[in-house]
């Protein structure tokens, strides 16, 4: 248990459904993250949130769309996604308190877009 | 270009003998570097960290050393033991923003 948690596990969607990817974190951080693992690839930023606010978007397509609705919950919102989209996502949270704390990750959605 | 590179996608140890995974970066703003594990169907866990004002940081069976001038990491396992089977991602950051970047990572087998 890393105190954080994502669900669902497994989500399977077609290009035209629209999907929520959900995540906790028990752990009384202030920032939380969405990451995408592709098969032979490093972990790639999406987003940051720090305090509720969004701090980092590493160019990430419309079709991504996160909200944040307090320091313990974060979501990715899907709509019309591509076969590439097919994918781990991670979501993570630390405590940023200006000094350099790791993150602790959630199991991951496996997401595969039809 | 990646910024954090893990060239040896896989490594195979036996039981009881010393594991080294091995880390090349090549941002010099980086000052912070963090160790995962991860297993199967499971999130990365942290391990093992270091600052760059140290060369080597040291937490039970598990060193990571670094080299500032090679831009280089390691992390040592000793001795290996199979629950050390896993895949091994090191990660970098610099001194501003939120921002880490991973490796693609070494997946070790430890042979009982």
């Known amino acids: 248990e890393t105190g954080v948690t994502q669900t669902p596990r497994h989500l399977v969607m077609g290009m035209t459904n629209k999907k929520s990817l959900k995540c906790e974190q028990h752990?009384?951080?202030?920032?939380m993250y969405w990451y995408k693992q592709s098969a032979k690839k490093p972990l790639e930023l999406m987003f940051v949130?720090?305090?509720?606010?969004?701090?980092e978007n590493n160019s990430v397509p419309s079709r991504f769309s996160p909200e944040c609705p307090n320091s313990s919950h974060l979501f990715l919102h899907l709509h019309t996604l591509q076969p590439e989209d097919s994918a781990l996502y991670l979501c993570?949270?630390?405590?940023?308190?200006?000094?350099?704390?790791?993150?602790?990750f959630g199991d991951g959605t496996r997401l595969s877009i039809l | 270009d990646q910024q954090v590179k893990q060239n040896s996608p896989s490594l195979s140890v036996q039981e009881g003998r010393i594991s080294i995974l091995n880390c090349d970066y090549t941002?010099?703003?980086?000052?912070?570097f963090l160790w995962y594990k991860k297993y199967p169907a499971e999130g990365p866990t942290f391990l093992i960290s270091?600052?760059?004002?140290?060369d080597k940081n040291e937490d039970g069976r598990f060193t990571v050393f670094l080299n500032k001038s090679a831009k280089h990491l390691s992390l040592h396992i000793v001795p290996s033991q199979p629950g050390d089977s896993a895949v091994y991602f090191c990660?970098?950051?610099?001194?501003?923003?939120?921002?880490?970047?991973f490796g693609t990572g070494t997946s070790l087998t430890v042979i009982p």
């Open positions: 993570a949270s630390s405590q940023d308190k200006g000094r350099v704390q790791p993150q602790h």
């Open positions: 752990l009384g951080h202030n920032a």
């Open positions: 949130y720090n305090f509720k606010e969004q701090t």
């Open positions: 941002n010099s703003m980086f000052d912070y």
């Open positions: 270091i600052s760059s004002i140290k």
């Open positions: 990660a970098a950051k610099g001194n501003t923003g939120n921002q880490f970047y």
